[in-house]
């Protein structure tokens, strides 16, 4: 009996066919763990990859997540390469300015926070598709339907903002009865945001 090939494996063999995209700009992709997974910071399911640092790994590795709302591999390798600008980088700059130098140098355009594979990249990553599909078969998943009610469920947590500089905190709830803190720049009443 032959053991068919998980999505993770497929999804390891394309982090091997990446790494060059980013070794020809300089950046070395670190060792990470790929998964096909809902995100956990994914609201009504918009978000379709994540990337957690390494300090969070038990030893030390970075954790990938590629949502199963999609199946195409062209759509897996873009999340996929957004993904590893984060490892790269190891998640110490979210969506900035160190993330854009990497996700500009690989080919990602956009809005850094969605960002994804500008027409170059793409040609690059249909090729990547083709050539994972012939030596290892397609993506072996199907794409998930997620109910957008498993996702009203949440509410935003609790926060106050400055109406001047922006300047946000969270809310414990044992405090929400309190109101709002005063900002500490512009010693004004901050906003409720949020589910108060």
């Known amino acids: 009996m032959q053991i068919p090939l998980t999505r993770e494996a497929w999804l390891l063999f394309a982090v091997h066919a990446l790494a060059p995209i980013f070794q020809e700009k300089g950046y070395s992709v670190p060792r990470v763990r790929v998964s096909c997974a809902i995100p956990s910071t994914s609201r009504r ?28 591999p062209l759509d897996v390798l873009d999340t996929l390469t957004h993904e590893l600008v984060h490892a790269v980088d190891n998640c110490k700059n979210r969506h900035g300015k160190e993330f854009k130098k990497i996700a500009m140098a690989v080919g990602l355009e956009g809005k850094m926070i969605s960002a994804s594979a500008g027409p170059v990249l793409k040609a690059r ?28 469920a ?17 809310m414990l709830k044992k405090y929400l009865e309190v109101g709002p803190p005063i900002c500490p720049k512009d010693m004004l009443p901050m906003e409720k945001k949020g589910d108060w």
């Open 154 to 170: 949440s509410k935003p947590a609790p926060r106050a903002a400055c109406p001047v500089c922006g300047f946000r905190v969270s």
């Open 45 to 72: 399911g918009s978000a379709v990859g994540q990337c957690w640092a390494s300090g969070h790994s038990g030893d030390g590795v970075n954790e990938i997540f590629v949502s199963p709302v999609h199946a195409d």
């Open 125 to 152: 990553l249909a090729s990547i598709a083709a050539e994972l599909t012939a030596q290892w078969g397609p993506y072996p998943h199907a794409p998930m339907r997620v109910p957008s009610a498993l996702y009203a």
